[in-house]
C-alpha cells in the first residue's frame, strides 16, 4: 500500500508574500537544506529535509535536533485582570499555577467545542503567553476582553520558539547555557542569559523524547551585523557537531507514537475536550466560570459519542496519509476514520489516530481501514500513547 494513500503535488509551489511570515531561523533553515514547507499561524514551519521521516524519527530518539517551530505564536495577556481573562477561556483551573510553570489547556467555545490545546506560560501574576496551534486565539481573547471589560493588553510578541530535542538535548543546553539547565523540571522554564539578552528556555517540546524549547525574542536585534536568531542558531549548531546534531521538525511517527494530536487535523472544533482525552483538564470540582461551562457540563453527565483512540494496522509501510482513510467495524459499520497515520518502523505495523464510536472503542477491538486503493486492512484499537 505503499503511497496508495498519498497525495503527490508535485511541482507545485508556495508563493511567498507579506501573508505568509517567515522567521529569524528562515535563513538557516535554507541553508541546512529544508525540502518542505507549510504554513502554521501565518508562519512557515519547515516540514522535511534530506532524511526520509524513517530516517529522521532514529535520528530523533538517539541524537538532537534543532527545529524552527517559530509559528508557535505567542498570544501575550497582561494587565490586572491578565489571570481572570486566562481562566474565563479554559476549563483548566489555572488558580494553582506558579510563575515558570507551563500548562497545557483546552480552550472551548460556548459549545465545548476545542478551538485551540495551547501551552500556557506563566511569565508573572498579570502576564502569560498562550502558546498556541493553528488558530486565532488573540482575536478570540480581543474579543472576550472586550465583551467582559477586562482591564488588560492582548498582543502577539516577537517572540520565535527554537526548539532543541532529543536524548542527548540537555548536555548541548548544558554546554551553552551552563548548568542550571539540568533543573529544569518538565514544563517548567526559566530565564537565562544569551550574548547579554535574556531568553526563555522551557523543558518542553512537540516530541516524545527529552527536549527544550527558547522562546527566542530579538528578531530585529543584531550582534556584529549578524542577526541575533542567526546567531542562535550557529551557536546551537556549531555546539551541537559533537552530539550528532541535525535540522529536523516534528516528526509524524514520534507525534503519532506518543499520542499527540495535531489541531485541524486530528480534531477540530466539532470535537470537545473529552473526546480528547482531556477529561483531567476539565475537573467538575473546579467551580470557576469559563466560556462554554454549561455546554461541557451537559456533555459530561450525557457521555460522549466518540473518543480519541490509536489504531495499529497491516498492510505494507503506507507514507504519511494525506487524505482520511475510514475505519469499519467488522459487521461493516463505518466508526471514525484515520487523519494521522504512517508506518512505524519500531512497531513494525502502520499506526493512526481517529476518533472511534462509543460501542467499538474498547482495546483490543479488531477493526478494519479502507485505504485509498479500496483495499481494507486489518487493525485493532489501541491505548494513547502506543505501547513500547
Not at 146 to 151: I, T, V
Amino acid at each position: 500500500m505503499s503511497g496508495e494513500n498519498l497525495i503527490h503535488q508535485k511541482n507545485i509551489k508556495l508563493n511567498m508574500s507579506r501573508r505568509i511570515r517567515r522567521t529569524p531561523f528562515t535563513k538557516k533553515v535554507e541553508e541546512c537544506g529544508v525540502s518542505d514547507f507549510t504554513v502554521v499561524n501565518h508562519m512557515l514551519l519547515p516540514k522535511g529535509f534530506k532524511n526520509s521521516v524513517e530516517e529522521d524519527y532514529w535520528h530523533l530518539r538517539k541524537e538532537v535536533q534543532v527545529w524552527d517551530v517559530s509559528c508557535q505564536r505567542q498570544v501575550q495577556i497582561s494587565g490586572p485582570d491578565a489571570e481572570k481573562l486566562v481562566q474565563k477561556m479554559t476549563p483548566r483551573s489555572i488558580k494553582k499555577m506558579e510563575t515558570g510553570k507551563c500548562f497545557y489547556i483546552p480552550i472551548i467555545d460556548e459549545t465545548a467545542g476545542m478551538i485551540n490545546d495551547p501551552v500556557l506560560l506563566k511569565l508573572d501574576d498579570d502576564m502569560f503567553w498562550i502558546s498556541i496551534a493553528d488558530s486565532d486565539i488573540l482575536l478570540w481573547a480581543k474579543g472576550i476582553a472586550l465583551g467582559s471589560g477586562y482591564n488588560v493588553e492582548i498582543v502577539e510578541p516577537d517572540v520565535y520558539p527554537l526548539a532543541i530535542q532529543g536524548p542527548k538535548s540537555e548536555d548541548l543546553l548544558v554546554s551553552i547555557f551552563g548548568k542550571d539547565i539540568k533543573k529544569l523540571k518538565f514544563f517548567n522554564f526559566k530565564v537565562f542569559d544569551f550574548l547579554g539578552t535574556k531568553q526563555i528556555i522551557a523543558r518542553s517540546g512537540y516530541s516524545k523524547q527529552d527536549g527544550f524549547e527558547i522562546y527566542f525574542k530579538g528578531f530585529e536585534t543584531h550582534f556584529n551585523e549578524i542577526e541575533l536568531g542567526e546567531k542562535l542558531w550557529d551557536i546551537v549548531w556549531d555546539y551541537g557537531q559533537k552530539f550528532n546534531i541535525s535540522p529536523g521538525c516534528p516528526n509524524l511517527i514520534d507525534r503519532i507514537e506518543a499520542g499527540l494530536m495535531s489541531y485541524g487535523n486530528d480534531f477540530t472544533r466539532e470535537n470537545n475536550p473529552l473526546e480528547c482525552n482531556l477529561e483531567k483538564y476539565c475537573k467538575q470540582e473546579d467551580d470557576h466560570d469559563f466560556i462554554g461551562k454549561h455546554a461541557l457540563r451537559k456533555i459530561q453527565s450525557e457521555g460522549i459519542k466518540q473518543q480519541m483512540r490509536g489504531i495499529i494496522f497491516d498492510g505494507e509501510p503506507c507514507k504519511p496519509i494525506g487524505v482520511p482513510l475510514p475505519v469499519y467495524s467488522k459487521n461493516n459499520k463505518k466508526i471514525g476514520q484515520i487523519a494521522s497515520g504512517i508506518y512505524s518502523p519500531r512497531i513494525k505495523k502502520n499506526i493512526g489516530l481517529s476518533m472511534i464510536n462509543r460501542d467499538f472503542w474498547d482495546l483490543g477491538n479488531e477493526v478494519f481501514i479502507n485505504t485509498l486503493n479500496g483495499k481494507n486492512r486489518k487493525g485493532i484499537i489501541t491505548s494513547l500513547p502506543f505501547p513500547d
